[in-house]
């Protein structure tokens, strides 16, 4: 449901392509909500049946024609009372496959396990590495668009997302170091 409200908030900056808002999800929103082009394009018609977003069709000579969407009023007023209703709950949902197979690790070489921790302690790292580039461009885009109110909130989000990383690479370090010990 939340990628609907997603693709609003995105317009409510500009309007952009079904292509757009693929790289925009790609290089701003990936670390809090995982959406595939086939999605967003299928999210897209829908909204546009409900009257939520809009599109005009911009004519190239030597491309593609490209669809531009649009929020509409309507899609506005959706898009407000989402934000201003926050859920009961607000713990993310827990779908976690590697920490499930951690769990059931018993059942494992230690020394697999450790490389399997060690291949999520790099990936954290790199996921890092990705969040250092989204908060660069975030604070180049504010300061090229005039979103300093937005770079606030902004930053709030992708420091949540660092501090998760982190704990998690402290996490595989304490576990590399506790199947080291057992071992010894």
Do not use: C, H
Request: cysteine-free.
């Amino acid at each position: 449901m939340s990628l609907r409200f997603g693709i609003l908030g995105l317009l409510k900056y500009k309007s952009m392509t079904g292509y757009d808002l693929q790289k925009t999800f790609n290089s701003s929103l990936q670390f809090m909500w995982n959406a595939k082009t086939s999605q967003i394009y299928r999210e897209l018609k829908t909204l546009e049946s409900q009257q939520l977003v809009s599109s005009s069709v911009i004519e190239q000579e030597s491309k593609f024609d490209r669809k531009v969407y649009t929020i509409t009023t309507k899609g506005n007023e959706a898009f407000l009372r989402w934000l201003q209703k926050f859920p009961q709950d607000l713990n993310a949902p827990i779908r976690d496959e590697f920490i499930m197979r951690i769990f059931f690790s018993e059942f494992m070489d230690d020394d697999e396990v450790s490389f399997e921790i060690r291949r999520y302690q790099k990936q954290q790292e790199d996921l890092l590495q990705i969040l250092n580039l989204i908060q660069n461009k975030a604070e180049l885009d504010a300061k090229e668009n005039s979103y300093e109110r937005s770079l606030f909130y902004w930053l709030l989000t992708i420091k949540r997302a660092m501090k998760s990383i982190e704990a998690e690479k402290e996490w595989a370090e304490e576990s590399l170091a506790l199947i080291e010990s057992r071992k010894g």
